[in-house]
């Protein structure tokens, strides 16, 4: 479960790059195109985990009650990370960007040696 919100978070944030470097893109609207165009396979890739894991909720016979809590956890988490990757984390990406943004500005105003660009 983790490791598909790891990738999900990975491949917004890897396109919003890309976006940036070649379509010359401010960083607010690469990541607004890249939630956009990435939304299909982010919950393709959530929604057939979840549906691999309905038969251990839904399941009857012997041991499902041993086996009925993990697949409510692992669907009932795949629900919250989801949300919480799509709207986190276009907001932590542009938090960042401004703090790079902060800290050039504040290096090229403080150390005459930081007059080149960073990027």
């Known amino acids: 479960m983790i490791g598909i919100v ?15 470097k070649n379509n010359k893109l401010s960083s607010f609207e ?3 195109q890249a939630a ?5 396979p982010i919950m393709m890739t ?10 251990l909720v839904i399941g009857f016979g012997l ?4 086996r009925r809590p993990l697949g409510i956890a692992i669907v009932g988490g795949l629900i919250v990370s989801q949300m919480l990757t799509l709207y986190t ?5 542009l938090t960042m960007d ?22």
């Open 6 to 20: 790891k990738k999900n978070a990975i491949m917004m944030i890897d396109f919003a790059l890309e976006l940036e």
């Open 30 to 32: 690469a990541i607004h």
């Open 36 to 40: 956009c165009l990435r939304f299909r």
């Open 46 to 55: 959530t929604m057939a985990a979840m549906f691999g894991a309905i038969p």
């Open 63 to 66: 041991g499902s009650e041993l």
């Open 89 to 93: 984390t276009p907001v932590i990406y």
């Open 98 to 119: 401004r703090f790079r943004l902060w800290c050039k500005q504040y290096l090229q105003s403080r150390l005459p040696i930081y007059k080149r660009d960073f990027r």
